[in-house]
């Protein structure tokens, strides 16, 4: 369920109007030539998470925000937005559905020439259908 999960939630993200026009590349990995600010899904890990009955994943996923900005607080509504479409995903997927989705975990740095990154990380937990 790992892959398919990756996969439905890039799109999720991409077909996000206000994401898209803020973001120049949303991918499941770096972009061949990065221009910020863009997202991009760093890893994931999954484990099992049956049940007696039923076969499932706790599938654990870490996006990663980059943009420019001369201030801490520059992309405070960028990584609202990221995190607002993605507690928005669908529970029901092709294949499996997702019983909970957590976000765990966020990490901000800044880099050189003023750009700044962050780490966001969730926690999907989900069931075959």
């Known amino acids: 369920m790992e892959i398919p999960l990756r996969a439905s939630l890039i799109a999720w993200l991409a077909a996000d109007p206000a994401l898209a026009g803020q973001l120049n590349s949303i991918a499941e990995e770096v972009p061949a030539r990065p221009v910020l600010p863009w997202l991009g899904l760093a890893t994931s890990a999954s484990v099992d998470w049956s049940t007696k009955t039923e076969s499932g994943a706790e599938i654990r996923i870490a996006l990663e925000l980059h943009w420019r900005g001369d201030q801490p607080a520059s992309g405070t509504e960028l990584a609202a937005a990221v995190q607002a479409r993605v507690a928005s995903l669908p529970r029901e997927q092709a294949g499996f559905r997702m019983v909970s989705l957590q976000f765990l975990r966020s990490r ?14 969730y926690r999907f937990r989900t069931i075959a259908l």
């Open 108 to 121: 901000a740095e800044q880099r050189s020439q003023n750009s700044r990154a962050m780490l966001l990380e």
